[in-house]
């Protein structure tokens, strides 16, 4: 079987590293004793909340429900208890707070009841749902819903699934090891991934500078009698983009306008594959993964480590020498500095390198550009980086965006060749950001003037309407004045009249007293199960809400006079 | 026909309005700020210096020359083009509400600008005919939105580049229009059969 | 000499009329440019540039009557736009720059007046007579025009904090500082 292979433009060779990290077998995580599960871990929407604080979780319970197709369920990691749902530190370059489950385990990791299937007696329907339900996501690093994409296109053939354990990112060898270990699951995972999507052929690449990993895959595709072709690709960084590795093994380019799919190709990595097979064939969600802890440690190497687990405990797994000074979430090429390391592990979390000055020098500070082209070559995309960085520099988005900015994969090519040392990838994402940003205010500013516009609309047409049943009513009464005209029996139509506007009347008071009670009877549930922190505020809050109170009471008339006003107000 | 190439050649590039007659500076330095706006005033600027040039043809062999006015030249091809830039703008805002938008505010800045009288005034005294005139007048206003949208790409990509501070802004503008200047000036010599 | 001013009339009176004909015959209702400053212009309705809505402003703008800084949720970033699109000057905003902000109804205090609901011009404050009032957050555009009415001045004014979602990378600086955290 001779592969022919193809050649993606650009790319750079940065010293892999990885010899390190692969010297240790995969070695499993202790449950740590706190699990802080991020509800948010997936592109697509953010799911909600299944359960409260003080709620005793199984491993593999959900914990958080997709909320639409484009989403993935979260599941609890080890059996315990949830001691909040609460605002915590996420696995983001910001540092900033998303919605957690913080579950403090109780040590028995005792499993949720688990169901054993058989995909290829299920309607691919419905192992589409098992996928999202069990939280597969694109473990590569961009936590895509797998399910979304096990979607065949409508109009085009699928020629080619595309099996990604090209692992290009200097440092990382979590898909290495999972290759190494456990080929058999991946492959038969593949092997659901290959019944949803019926592609003519499956292509495995792998990077060639991993012998080891190709022959165990080989060896395990022949052992499972399938026919899938594990190719070695050349090592060269982004050869592990979608993109670039569907180009290398099919000789396809998916152009900027369309989605692999719509080519007739699909991609996906080595652990969702693994992943995938241990949901449908185990009932096991995603609630661990394999984690590369390497750079600056006294012990590196590969762990499976359950989702939630906070940065520093893992860290502490691998030891780091003491003149580590940051921990990068990710490859060094297109990973981010941690900003704090209370953060768990989440789906997209594949490498955590310790970094030292040694290690990672100080970037050299940015000179001017020279012109000189050499990001151009390296640009995986066939981007023109220098292009685009003039752009986002000037803040001309609008050209920057001419200049296809968003085809951008921010593989970090073009910063690693820049002779003048500048961060070309720091300013693409600020562009990238900027214009999201302007694109959320612009529909924001269109939202708000279909709403003002309707409400003038509305404004007008009730004016239009009072103005109508005045004249009605002027017309009425002038009717009425009319002596010649017979009325009939006004006398007994007025005393109901009276009668039910008393009755009216009580009903408000009788209302109110009960809105009274109510809110009575609701306040104290709003102070339950709060922090000192948030008591002390509420004390601060009655403290300087006293006076108020008091000068309402004295004052009880002008409040009365307020409340009879307004329901006139709004008529 | 080789007559009227030269022509062409001769007004777009070896007597450029701008770089070599140093006309109509201002529409020059003032919209070229984007490639937009240079491209919508170099569309407006040629559809009006076009209409200008065989309009005041008209009016000076008509009307001037007949009546020994020649002296009245300046006055009343003035005011012949804001009349022209006035109807024209009129008629477009009514008939084509697009290209209203695409030229709509660049066409009373061209009621002011030098080279649409210039060039009128140049036809006089190269005494051309008036088919002459107005491919002189198109041509010119080629040549016109040429340098136009050219110096506005440049200075696009001068915006993000890194200029010394003294020079930011108009001190670089200056110094690139000088510079494309210098170059248009290896044009000289191309019309020496002329 | 008379022939001069007799041609010189003629052809005024001409180009006058012919002006004057297309004037009435070439009249347009409505500027087209109103709708392009429209676009720029925030839509918060806010009134902070003394016209009742972005509309009215961006025809004030059209017409020339009204400045282009007048507008300060649309900030700097949309004087510099309106500049361009009107070939102006950039001019310093005439107010505060202010960042996004949001109406937040502190419900212990909120009676129930209704007032607010009526001041909103977006309809992003619901409730009922008698019954407490909320903002729905996502549909408010921080135009500050509820917070006058509220009798019991229970409105106020929060900027928006950032959060994931609207967390933006910012321009890249010189020198990176690596984190100074302790291993």
Sequence with gaps: MLQRLFKFKGGVKPATNKAPSVQAPLRIAPIPPLLVVPLHQSIGGQPTPLVEVGDRVLKGQPIGAADKWVSAAVHAPTSGTVIAVEERVAAHPSGLLTLSVVIEPDGQDEWIERH???????????????????????????????????????????????????????????????????????????????????PKRVLIGIEDNKPEAVATMQAAVEALGE???????????????????????????????????????????????????????????????????????????NWEILLGTPMQEVIALAGPKADTNRFVMGGPMMGFDLPDLSAPVVKATNCIIAGSPTLFPPPAPEMPCIRCGACALACPHELQPFELYWFSRSRNFGKAQEYNLFDCIECGCCSYVCPSHIPLVQYFRFAKSEIWSRERDKNMADAAKARFEFRNER????????????????????????????????????????????????????????????????????????????????????????????????????EGVQTQNSPKDQQ | MTHYLFIIIGAVLVNNVVLVKILGLCPFMGVSKKLDTAFGMGAATTFVLTVATGASYVIDHLLLAPFGLEYLRTLSFIVTIAAVVQLTEMVIQKTSPLLHQVLGIYLPLITTNCAVLGVPLLNVANKYNFLESLVFGAASAIGFSMVLILFAGIRERVDGADVPVPFRGVAISMVTAGLMSLAFMGFAGLDKYQ | MLTAILIMALGAIVLGSALGYASIKFKVEGNPLVEKIEAILPQTQCGQCGYPGCKPYAEAIAEGEADINKCPPGGMEGVRKLADLLGREVKPLDAEEKPKQLAIIDEQLCIGCTLCIQACPVDAIVGAAKQMHTVVESLCTGCELCVKPCPVECIRMEPIAEKIDNWKWKYPVFEIKPATRAA
Aim: charged residues 30%.
């Design chain 1, 459 to 558: 404004d007008e047409r009730e004016k239009a309407e009072k103005a109508e049943r005045l004249a009605k009513a002027a017309a009425a009464k002038a009717a009425e004045k009319k002596p010649d005209l017979p009325q009939a029996a006004p006398e007994p139509v007025e005393t109901p009249t009276v009668d039910a506007e008393a009755a009216k009347k009580a009903a408000i008071a009788a209302a109110m007293e009960r809105a009274r009670l109510q809110r009575e009877a609701a306040q104290p549930k709003n102070t339950d199960g709060l922090t000192i922190a948030q008591r002390k505020e509420i004390a601060e809050i009655e403290k300087r809400r006293a006076p108020l109170q008091a000068q309402q009471q004295a004052k009880p008339n002008a």
């Design chain 1, 116 to 198: 054993s299937l058989d995909h290829a007696s299920l309607e691919p329907e419905r192992v589409r749902e098992i996928l999202r339900d069990s939280g597969v996501v694109g473990l590569g690093g961009a936590v895509f819903p797998s399910h979304v994409k096990l979607t065949p296109a409508a109009s085009v053939p699928m020629d080619e699934l595309v099996i990604n354990g090209a692992e290009c990112e200097p440092f990382m060898t979590c898909d290495d090891l999972l290759m190494r270990e456990r080929a058999e699951g991946i492959v038969r995972g593949v092997a659901i991934f290959r019944d949803l999507l019926r």
């Design chain 1, 227 to 301: 026919n899938f072709e594990v190719v070695a690709v050349p090592t060269r960084y982004p050869a592990g983009g979608a993109k670039q590795l569907i180009r290398v093994l099919t000789g396809k380019e998916v152009p900027a306008s369309k989605r692999s799919p719509e080519m007739g190709v699909q991609c996906f990595n080595v652990a969702t594959a693994y992943s995938a097979w241990r949901a449908i064939a185990f009932g096991e969600p995603v609630i661990s993964r394999i984690v590369t802890l390497t750079g600056n440690v006294e012990q590196p190497g």
